[in-house]
């Protein structure tokens, strides 16, 4: 099995040992993303839904880099911090799919990475 590391500048570096994500022959693992602006640095999150918009631009640069699109994401994982936001988590999410939605689950967790309150990571299927 041959692996390739995705990583593009369009997205955050990562804050720990691990990659933006890693391609093997057809399938791509994205890493969970946060609301990190790559080109400051700083964190977009003075709300959810922009938290939320920040995070699936990222995973977009990801893809991107790939040679893929969210046409191509076959599963995902939802970490938010309070389940009472799923609701606006769901809604700017949703925007970013055209036709299918992948299979998802979304967890409550009681912290994230910096202290944000949602992060999604992705498998994609070329």
């Known amino acids: 099995m041959s692996k390739t590391i995705i990583q593009t500048a369009q997205a955050p570096a990562p804050i720990g040992p691990y990659s933006q994500a890693i391609q093997t ?3 791509l693992f994205i890493s969970g993303q946060i609301c990190i602006d790559p080109p400051t640095g700083e964190l977009k999150n003075k709300d959810i839904q922009e938290e939320t918009h920040q995070v699936m631009h990222n995973l977009r640069s990801i893809l991107q880099e790939a040679g893929m ?3 191509n994401v076959v599963k995902t994982t939802i970490f ?4 009472h936001q799923f609701g606006s ?3 700017v999410y949703g925007k970013y799919f055209e036709k299918e939605f ?3 689950e ?3 967790v009681s912290a994230l990475p910096k202290f944000v309150n949602v992060e ?3 498998v994609a299927v070329k």
Do not use: K, L, Y
């Open 80 to 83: 938010i911090t309070d389940m």
């Open 69 to 71: 699109s969210f046409g």
């Open 25 to 27: 022959e057809n399938m």
């Open 102 to 104: 992948p299979a998802r």
């Open 106 to 108: 979304t967890v409550q």
């Open 120 to 122: 999604i990571s992705m």
């Open 89 to 91: 988590v769901n809604e």
